[in-house]
């Protein structure tokens, strides 16, 4: 996870590289109006934005995804203001910029950038455009833009929602489920890391058959979803495995109360093994403790059930 994080930051680094050489050669040959001298401290300043974002990326989280945000939006508005504002041909590059948190945003599953990239889109656009001719036609044309790109995004929007979720239960997928956890790591977010585990789930599978099992499994989804937040993460790790990103003592009465399926009602129980992120911590350390916790529970378990049965 981290090589991925790393290649997102490098992609960033070329792309400020094949802007500041594509700046430079038009300002060479006069395609901008704009003296090479006055690109200078923009290029310094996108370059320092970057090495900012490579030294602290790892622990900064989302503080640092907001600064890195805002910091797009003033050079992109610096750099088009200098080039001919809403006259020159690269405007396109706000779209181009819309696009790429749109996605990055998309990734990290952060609901709140769904508006706040094309709030500053039309921000942007309309600092470039001000003070030059045919305004209010320019600010019409890029609203009907946007609005376009919107709709064409909510799609995309929509397709990684679905390819996120395991499509029996709701719940986030394996890989979607850890990506957000390697976010979470990163971002120094304080959680507890609960990995649940069914005790008897393989008795119902055997004795009401594997459709009766498949609702039991929505039941225990859908049960632990209303229990976290909106912002918290249930995953289905495996099987009747699920791991679940929250506040311990919500977990804590998700399995006081009986199942209701097409058979009549299910008791189940689960397993909880609790962890805490500690410093340094690996996504995969994390995982490790988290279910040699839920072991030491089952097993605890197992041999308060063995002394009772002796007595």
Not at 22 to 31: E, K, P
Not at 163 to 192: C, H, I, Q, Y
Request: with cysteine; aromatic share 10%; glycine share 12%.
């Amino acid at each position: 996870m981290r090589s991925l994080i790393f290649q997102g930051w490098l992609n960033g680094v070329w792309a400020r590289m094949v802007l500041a050489a594509g700046l430079v050669f038009l300002g060479a040959i006069g395609g901008i109006p704009v003296d090479l001298t006055d690109l200078l401290p923009i290029l310094m300043l996108s370059f320092a934005q970057q090495a900012l974002n490579y030294w602290h990326y790892r622990r900064k989280g989302a503080f640092l995804d907001d600064l890195m945000f805002f910091g797009d939006l003033v050079l992109l508005a610096w750099v088009l203001r200098l080039v001919g504002g809403s006259q020159s041909p690269m405007v396109f590059m706000v779209y181009i910029w819309l696009y790429s948190s749109v996605v990055a945003g998309n990734d990290r599953g952060v609901r709140r950038w769904e508006a706040a990239p094309y709030l500053g889109a039309a921000a942007v656009l309309a600092v470039v455009g001000y003070g030059y001719p045919g305004y209010v036609p320019y600010l019409l044309a890029h609203a009907m833009g946007l609005l376009i790109f919107a709709l064409n995004s909510h799609g995309l929007h929509l397709e990684r929602h679905i390819g996120e979720r395991d499509p029996l239960t709701g719940a986030l997928n394996r890989g979607a489920g850890l990506g957000r956890l390697s976010d979470w790591l990163r971002g120094s977010k304080p959680f507890v890391l609960a990995f649940v585990d069914l005790k008897n789930f393989k008795a119902i599978n055997d004795t009401y058959g594997h459709t009766v099992g498949d609702e039991v499994l929505r039941s225990v989804a859908e049960r632990l979803k209303g229990a976290v937040r909106s912002t918290d993460l249930v995953v289905r790790y495996g099987g009747d495995e699920v791991v679940v990103a929250d506040l311990l003592e919500r977990l804590m009465g998700v399995f006081d109360h009986p199942f209701q399926t097409s058979v009549g009602v299910a008791e189940v129980r689960g397993d909880v093994g609790c962890v805490r992120p500690q410093e340094g911590d690996s996504l995969e350390a994390l995982l490790v403790k988290s279910d040699a916790a839920m072991y030491r529970m089952k097993y605890t378990e197992n041999l308060d059930m063995r002394g009772e049965n002796a007595n």
